[in-house]
């Protein structure tokens, strides 16, 4: 029998490190302790605090389409209300991206017909 509370320290490795829910995975209780230990003796993760995994509550409205959304999240704050809205807004800004001209080098031929 595996002590629930470590099994849950150890879930909250995965949370931190993975940035996913353990039980997405579908994980055993015995799978979350080994993935979580071998997480935990990584050198280069700072351990998780208790305020990492706190859920924050906020009020938004999505960055591309403007809809008002109520949602929780643990790590970073959403900025859009969905994937679509998400992929949009990359579109967008990837075009954006393309439009800019780019400096012209000095002593380049330019053509100009
Ligand atoms: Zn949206």
């Known amino acids: 029998m595996i002590d629930q509370e470590r ?20 994980l055993t209780d015995e799978q979350i302790v080994a993935l979580g230990a071998g997480l935990s003796r990584n050198g280069l993760l700072n351990p998780p605090t208790p305020a990492s995994f706190e859920k924050k ?20 704050q959403p900025r859009y209300c969905s994937n679509s809205c998400r992929q949009a807004a990359y579109r967008e800004r990837a075009k954006n991206e393309d439009q800019k001209c780019a400096p012209i080098a000095q002593g380049a031929l330019v053509y100009n017909p």
């Open 7 to 26: 099994v849950e320290l150890m879930a909250n490795w995965i949370r931190y490190a993975a940035r996913i829910e353990p039980e997405a995975l579908e």
């Open 57 to 76: 509550l906020l009020f938004y409205r999505c960055e591309y389409c403007g809809k008002p959304q109520f949602r929780t999240y643990r790590t970073r």
